[in-house]
């Protein structure tokens, strides 16, 4: 996913890595009625046979979505974020958390991990980088 290597390449290169999401974000995300959802490949092209289930008529997969997620979170694009996490808590089928531990019954174990990675991992990167320009 062109999200998943933005936030990685975010380590390395913060200026390619942003231009890499801007240019993700403006050419797979879609919003319906306040609801964020993101598109495997542009609108036009033909999917592949890995991309999973799709959403008719959208041509929004929730795995592309969930890759979106981490890039929203990991730019700091709250308002994105905010659309998607909307979805995910709509269609994801939320668990009632145990422990503490919030899950997704629909997104399964890895849909559940890039999700911790996204509310996890991407606020983790931002502290890090604010933390070292004050160093």
């Known amino acids: 996913s062109i999200f998943m290597s933005a936030h990685n390449l975010k380590v390395w290169d913060e200026a390619f890595a942003r231009d890499q ?68 808590n709509l269609a994801a089928i939320p668990r009632t958390p145990r422990d503490g531990e919030l899950s997704f019954a629909a997104a399964g174990p890895m849909g559940n991990a890039v999700v911790l990675l996204a509310l996890g991992d991407g606020a983790l990167i931002r502290a890090i980088q604010s933390r070292s320009e004050v160093l």
Do not use: C
């Not at 592949?48 to 979505?65: E, N, R, W």
């Not at 981490?70 to 998607?84: H, I, M, N, V």
């Open 21 to 88: 999401y801007e240019r993700a974000r403006a050419l797979l995300t879609v919003d319906v009625l306040g609801f964020g959802l993101a598109r495997e490949w542009p609108s036009g092209s033909r999917p592949d046979i890995d991309s999973g289930p799709i959403v008719p008529l959208l041509g929004a997969s929730p795995a592309s979505s969930g890759m979106a997620l981490l890039g929203a979170t990991t730019f700091g694009d709250a308002d994105l974020a905010k659309r998607l996490r909307r979805s995910l």
